[in-house]
């Protein structure tokens, strides 16, 4: 009983701190000791942007289209072509006289081989990287290269935000992203975020180092290469990018699967968790990017550490904790099966989202622990 008490608290305790009790902490840290950046509006280093693609025939079309638009002098723009073999390259090529440079890769090799690519041809003091799927606000170049007036600042990291179909105007990016966006700027108002993503991902030139071609999480890999340089990783919430959500959970559940594999192996197989250069990196990326992964497996410890409990304490605590889990996860089922129908009902959504997350998460554990992570791209699906 005391051990099953132990694990029950500790799980507990631990899957409160990696959703709220961390989140609450850098908030108050952000108040009361923040570390400014100092940004420079008007600040205009040359910028490449960089957009690596495979397989993109649907979107690359209006991601150049939005390109062009963007209101940035001198702006380079490179696409590396990862070995399409659909129209990909053929649409590149039409905007080649419009300012686009088309870099063709004619086999396959990832996307790191694709970013090391960029990199080498990149003349811009800043390249930025982006996906090929999402939009930019015109001045989102802008905002996002202001903080790099600050010599500390290695990386900055833009918003997301999701295009409402329906009415074709955008909205924040869902519960999930706008926790998420405010966990990365009390992370940046206190000195660096451990979180990044594909979306905008801005880096000083100079301090990029070729990983190699096995690396899954690219930009990930790439923040920790610049903290561990001594720079500041921070995130910019006035550049914008816009973007098409997942349309189903199938599709986020394969996405968030090699997030997580790609997670494992830049905490543990590369070494970023033991070699972050202070402590205080360390405790976030134990905090944010170790303990998220882990909270499948610690819901699993939770749960049957309570059933026990319920089942042989008897108390009304533990009870009381087996009916709120059983009512949590009976949201997700109806949730999953709401999906199933083709409907989409909030109060089900949410717990469904977070325990579908989570089991992907444990996918992407088992590929990782099997290496069969893939580092090529999915085919995309057409919407």
């Known amino acids: 009983m005391i051990i099953v008490e132990l ?7 631990l899957l409160f701190w990696t959703y709220f009790g961390y989140p609450a902490f850098m908030y108050l840290r952000a108040k009361l000791l923040p570390q400014k950046v100092q940004k420079v509006e008007g600040h205009l280093p040359s910028v490449t942007l960089l957009i690596c693609a495979y397989n993109e025939q649907d979107v690359i079309g209006s991601k150049l289209d939005n390109t062009i638009r963007i209101d940035y002098p001198g702006l380079e723009v490179l696409v590396v072509n990862d070995g399409s073999d659909d129209k990909t390259r ?26 090391n690519t960029g990199f080498a041809l990149a003349k811009g003091d800043i390249v930025v990287l982006s996906d090929a799927s999402p939009d930019y606000a015109p001045d989102a170049l802008r905002h996002l290269v202001a903080s790099f007036a600050d010599a500390s600042v290695g990386v900055v990291v833009g918003t997301l935000a999701i295009w409402d179909r329906a009415t074709s105007v955008a909205k924040p990016a869902g519960l999930y992203w706008r926790y998420e966006a405010a966990l990365r700027r009390w992370e940046s108002q206190t000195g660096s975020t451990v979180a990044v993503h594909g979306n905008m991902f801005a880096m000083r030139r100079s301090l990029f180092r070729p990983l190699t071609g096995a690396t899954v999480n690219d930009e990930f890999s790439l923040a920790m290469e610049t903290l561990k340089q001594g720079f500041r990783v921070v995130y910019e919430p006035k550049a914008m990018s816009y973007d098409d959500a997942s349309d189903t959970m199938r599709d986020e559940f394969k996405r968030r699967a090699r997030i997580n594999a790609g997670r494992w192996q830049a905490l543990f197989s590369a070494g970023y968790l033991m070699s972050a250069p202070t402590w205080d990196l360390r405790f976030r990326l134990f905090s944010h990017k170790l303990l998220r992964p882990l909270t499948p497996l610690l819901m699993i410890a939770f749960a049957v550490a309570t059933f026990l409990l319920a089942a042989l304490a008897n108390t009304a605590l533990y009870t009381a904790a087996l009916i709120a889990q ?31 997350s989570n089991f992907a998460a444990l996918v992407g554990l088992w590929r990782w622990m099997r290496g069969a992570q893939k580092v090529t791209w999915q085919k995309r699906e057409a919407k």
């Open 7 to 13: 694990l029950f608290w500790i799980c507990g305790l």
């Open 90 to 115: 053929e649409i590149v090529e039409q905007y080649t006289g419009k300012g686009i440079t088309l870099v063709n890769q004619p086999q396959r090799s990832g996307k790191m081989t694709a970013v």
């Open 326 to 356: 059983g009512v949590f996860y009976g949201l997700a089922a109806a949730g999953w099966f709401a999906e199933r129908q083709g409907r989409k009902i909030r109060i089900f959504s949410i717990p469904y989202y977070f325990v579908s």
